[in-house]
């Protein structure tokens, strides 16, 4: 997806990321907390209307392990299907 953007930061318990204009931020949202994947909407974090875009933070310090990759996977195949779409759909 070239319109995401990630900039890697040392520490912390969370990254975002900018996701693709087309993507449907709260549609991706409920279509992700319907499958057990928690994304928190950037939008909400942010008064400048610039950044009025599909950011999502990913927290993980409170996250199994081993839990992580699976749902990066599913969150991934949502993110594209809703960058194609326009509406995040099941997978």
Not at 1 to 27: H, I, K, Q, Y
Request: net charge negative; with cysteine.
């Amino acid at each position: 997806m070239p319109d995401m953007l990630v900039n890697p930061e040392a520490g912390g318990s969370s990254f975002w990321l900018r996701l693709p204009d087309t993507v449907n931020l709260s549609e991706l949202v409920s279509r992700c907390m319907d499958d057990g994947v928690i994304i928190e909407p950037g939008d909400v974090h942010f008064m400048d209307e610039k950044f009025k875009r599909p950011f999502i933070r990913l927290g993980f310090s409170a996250i199994e392990k081993n839990q992580i990759e699976p749902g990066i996977r599913k969150l991934a195949l949502y993110v594209e299907h809703s960058a194609r779409s326009g509406i995040a759909v099941a997978v």
